[in-house]
């Protein structure tokens, strides 16, 4: 008994030893605090110039300016003693840099000249500030809670200056110095794609840069030590959209990076990779690091003013995008990757490889229709299913921005952001240009009984072929007591005002989705048997032909019911489709006997 007790004490010990040892490891960089940072120390800053090796790089301290970037948001203003810095001026992806002065952590480097000088000065984001950011919490709901300061926000210097005739006035460091652009690096779209949605992009200010980037096959380093390139994925795949900066701090699977935010989103859930260095390209308007971005290995959980914090280990919820294109001649092309989920982000994501896939495919003829089926799965909820065409030469383009406003709609939802597992689209293009308008439409009769059917023929005039003509029965209602109804035929635009889809806000998601699943396709036509009639809609529902006394009750300013005013109701309804898209709409009075 005696032994098993002390091989069980040992065993104890040894897993102890093996935990202090490992938290030990674990352990983050001493620091210095800003306190101590006077004009004349110098240090050295850590970055990746190739590959995944660390490479130092020497600066010596001007002084510290104050509320540089905001009330009491400091910076530490350095100069770099590197000859090969002063060359290149700042570069993109050297943003969160780690500083160090006597092997103590200072900050991130973040802040420079966007243009190559005489002289390297940048500046340093201090790390108690970072810290700040590692700190924050997010709550069940996905906000967090945020500091405020109100001081005066005109830049001073905390410490004074090092004497030198070139250091430009605090004011002037202030109106020239920003922060190191974190261009999102995109590969696999075209010039003409982004062309396409430049003005969306920059609405979002987004710097957008093409890169023949790739994925890291046999990258070396995929640890995220302070130094090493980190990378915020907005989707990976065929498609890849992501920027990159410097981890500057690491605690356990804890990271801060950058030294200043990448898009500013506060509390999020974007995935996070390693990156190698393949070289700095240098440019007198914009020198950035050439790169391929690694495999994910985290999680960056907030985006903010002085850093984003990353955990690694901890897995984003994303979007899975597949779209399967079939060109003319049957064959089939699949693109498909992950997507970040953000309510500002993911649809223009997903319209800029919706169109470059549609671009990639689109090879022999100038004119093509294109039909698309769209599908959503959103846990908890039934599948979204939707269809829709379009022809001509930006046939394609308004198709993906009829998806990219529907999409917008979704996760701008003022109910509940959903989490859509899956985004699929089944894409088939057609040569030439398919479409039809409506010409005429002839009834066999204008009156007709209660209980009878009506007999329509339509005519349509065809793009660069003969017009067609076919017939179609409506049902007439035994149980209808107006005197006249109308009949309505049109395309999905026209189809969609008569519709008279409630003005009302959504109570919940489950009714945002379902006026989603009601989204009309313009290869069809819509015909439709109307009354006209007072009603409401209350709280989503229509209420056709109410009685005098119950339409008072809820139009009465005690009813708390959400309601609009309807004006008609379809008492019949049916869609045809035709060979492309169609345009067009006639409404013909119909009598009743």
């Known amino acids: 008994m005696n032994i098993c007790r002390r091989i069980l004490n040992f065993s104890a010990l040894i897993l102890f030893l093996s935990l202090f040892m490992a938290a030990r490891g674990e352990d983050s960089p001493p620091i210095m605090p800003l306190s101590e940072i006077k004009p004349g120390m110098t240090g050295e800053w850590h970055t990746v110039v190739s590959g995944t090796r660390i490479d130092r790089f020497p600066f010596e301290v001007v002084g510290i ?42 900050g991130a480097y973040a802040y420079g000249f966007l243009y190559p000088h005489d002289q390297d000065l940048f500046g340093v984001t201090p790390i108690e500030q970072m810290l700040e950011v590692e700190n924050y919490q997010p709550t069940t709901n996905g906000t967090a809670f945020v500091k405020v300061n109100s001081d005066d926000a005109s830049p001073q210097w905390l410490v004074a200056p090092a004497t030198d005739a070139n250091v430009p006035a605090p004011s002037a460091l202030q109106s020239t110095m920003k922060a190191l652009p974190t261009p999102l690096f995109v590969s696999g779209v075209s010039e003409r794609v982004l062309k396409k949605f430049e003005s969306h992009l920059s609405a979002l200010g987004l710097q957008v840069m093409q890169a023949p980037s790739g994925s890291a096959t046999e990258i070396t380093d995929t640890n995220l030590e302070p130094g090493s390139a980190v990378s915020g994925v907005l989707m990976s795949g065929d498609f890849q959209f992501a920027g990159t900066g410097t981890v500057t701090w690491r605690h356990g699977d804890r990271i801060l990076a950058f030294g200043h935010p990448f898009m500013q989103q506060g509390p999020t859930e974007m ?26 290995v985290g999680t960056i959980y907030q985006d903010r003013l002085t850093a984003i914090a990353g955990e690694i280990g901890r897995k984003a919820q994303t979007t899975h995008v597949e779209i399967h294109v079939q060109s003319p001649d049957g064959k089939e092309r699949l693109f498909q990757g992950d997507m970040f989920q ?22 022999s003829e100038y004119e093509q229709t294109i039909y698309m089926d769209t599908d959503m799965e959103i846990p908890g909820h039934e599948p979204i299913k939707f269809s829709d065409a379009a022809t001509g030469e930006e046939g394609g383009y308004m198709l993906v921005i009829q998806q990219l406003g529907l999409y917008e709609t979704l996760l701008g939802n003022p109910c509940e952001f959903p989490r859509v597992k899956s985004l699929v689209f089944h894409v088939r293009l057609a040569d030439g240009h398919k479409a039809s308008q409506l010409d005429s439409v002839e009834l066999d009769n204008r009156e007709v009984r209660a209980g009878g059917t009506l007999t329509a023929v339509l005519g349509l005039r065809n793009y660069h072929a003969p017009g067609t003509n076919f017939s179609i029965s409506i049902p007439v209602p035994r149980e209808i007591s107006a005197a006249q109804l109308q009949l309505f035929v049109g395309d999905a635009d026209a189809a969609f005002q008569v519709d008279q889809p409630s003005r009302l806000p959504p109570k919940n998601l489950e009714q945002v989705l379902e006026q989603i699943r009601q989204t009309r396709s313009h290869q069809n036509i819509c015909i439709k048997l109307l009354q ?37 109701i379809t008492l019949w309804e049916t869609n045809v489709p035709v060979a492309g898209i169609f345009e067009g709409q006639m409404t013909i009075p119909v009598r009743i006997k």
């Open 65 to 106: 300016a104050q509320n540089f970037i905001g009330p009491k948001r400091p910076v530490i203003i350095c100069r770099g003693l590197d000859a090969t810095n002063k060359l290149t001026g700042p570069v993109a992806g050297m943003s969160g840099s780690p500083v160090y002065i006597n092997g103590k952590l200072i």
């Open 271 to 296: 995935p996070m990779a390693s990156a190698e260095i393949l070289t700095v390209v240098q440019s007198w308007v914009r020198s950035f690091k050439l790169l391929n971005v690694g495999p994910v």
């Open 532 to 568: 006209t009639t007072p009603g409401l809609n209350v709280e989503g529902k229509n209420l056709p032909d109410l009685p005098p006394s119950v339409m008072a009750q809820f139009q009465s300013p005690n009813s708390h019911f959400q309601k609009s005013t309807l004006n008609q």
């Open 342 to 363: 953000n309510v500002d982000y993911s649809p223009i994501l997903s319209a800029i490889a919706l169109l470059e896939s549609f671009y990639d495919t689109m090879e």
